[in-house]
Nanobody
Framework: QLQLVESGGGLVQPGGSLRLSCAAS????????IGWFRQAPGKEREGVSC????????NYADSVKGRFTVSRDNAKNTVYLQMNSLRPEDTAVYYC???????????????????WGQGTQVTVSS
């Protein structure tokens, strides 16, 4: 059974940076497309970024383009979300999610993902 565990969240000042990690166990990362989502209080969960299986492509929400970068380290079975120039509106619980055995461009749509982590809190505040 695939399990996903996020880490790296915390409190950061506006303009600062954080790197989130999503560690996968139970399945090799080669077969997994990983997405990052976030949910702010009182709002629906929204897509942030994704990276296709085998790292063949990435996708970003307009709100984070140029500030966030998703990458993967297959040797560590881990995907990262580097978040720079953070803003108060980036405050949310961040989740990683996965689907397996599908090729092609990744999609940051909730309904595409079968496995979810427990989330990590990111707070951007002075």
């Amino acid at each position: 059974q695939l399990q996903l565990v996020e880490s790296g969240g915390g409190l950061v000042q506006p303009g600062g940076s954080l790197r989130l990690s999503c560690a996968a166990s139970g399945m090799t990362l080669d077969y997994l497309t990983i997405g990052w989502f976030r949910q702010a209080p009182g709002k629906e969960r929204e897509g942030v970024s994704c990276i296709s299986s085998r790292g063949l492509g990435t996708n970003y929400a307009d709100s984070v383009k140029g500030r966030f970068t998703v990458s993967r380290d297959n040797a560590k079975n881990t995907v990262y979300l580097q978040m720079n120039s953070l803003r108060p509106e980036d405050t949310a619980v961040y989740y990683c999610a996965a689907y397996a055995f599908r090729l092609g461009p990744c999609k940051i749509l909730l309904r595409e993902y079968d496995y979810w982590g427990q989330g990590t809190q990111v707070t951007v505040s002075s």
